[in-house]
């Protein structure tokens, strides 16, 4: 955390605050999508945000506690305020300041569309997966209402979910399937299983459950 803690700027409080001020007023779920976005725009992870966020709520200094008083009852100073933050730190024209600049991409990739799978990104696949310890081999067709369901809400077809669910069954060790696939849908799968798929399934439930805010 301390790496990450590095790229914090005290000026980002406003942004920070913007967010937070924005209707309904208050704690923004950490994987809402206006979270996400606002963590990308400062290359910093949803986690990190949410606890800036909680301690601006909490007043945790001094100096927090001062910011808040000063703008939360004067939305068009903090406007501008942060609309300076963002014209001085580049963000406002993102490619002209990273021009040149190697970003080393870390939660970013997750929330990025998978060439040649469009729509689909990392953070699906890791719902997909989820759903995947909820049913049986049987069960995973795109008819299933479950796997309709997971469709409709990342903004998918249910075959494709079928489609991912089918490779997983693949990757499964405990299946032993002796198939050959030829799929797009294989390496980034295998890369989200083996980041997930080994590991506590309540771990990942409750991770998928987060993630399904940045789809509400």
Request: hydrophobic share 45%; net charge neutral; aromatic share 12%.
């Amino acid at each position: 955390m301390a790496g990450i803690s590095s790229l914090w700027q005290d000026d980002y409080w406003l942004l920070v605050m913007q967010l937070y001020m924005r209707k309904p007023v208050g704690l923004k779920r950490m994987y809402s999508r206006q979270m996400v976005d606002l963590s990308i725009e400062l290359h910093l992870p949803p986690s990190f945000i949410y606890e800036k966020m909680f301690d601006l709520r909490n007043g945790a200094t001094p100096f927090l506690s001062s910011l808040m008083q000063r703008y939360k009852d004067n939305p068009r100073r903090l406007r501008a305020d942060a609309a300076k933050v963002r014209s001085m730190m580049g963000f406002s024209c993102a490619s002209a300041f990273y021009d040149g600049v190697e970003v080393k991409e870390t939660f970013e990739k997750d929330f990025s569309q998978i060439p040649h799978c469009e729509p689909l990104t990392p953070v699906a696949l890791i719902l997909v997966l989820d759903l995947y310890f909820r049913l049986t081999p049987i069960t995973m067709v795109a008819s299933t209402p479950e796997v309709e369901e997971l469709a409709r809400l990342i903004g998918v077809k249910a075959r494709v979910v079928e489609d991912v669910l089918n490779v997983y069954q693949i990757l499964d060790p405990y299946l032993n399937r002796q198939e050959f696939m030829v799929t797009p849908l294989l390496q980034p799968c295998q890369q989200i299983w083996q980041r997930y798929g080994n590991g506590s399934i309540e771990q990942l439930a409750a991770l998928a459950a987060q993630l399904r805010d940045y789809y509400a």
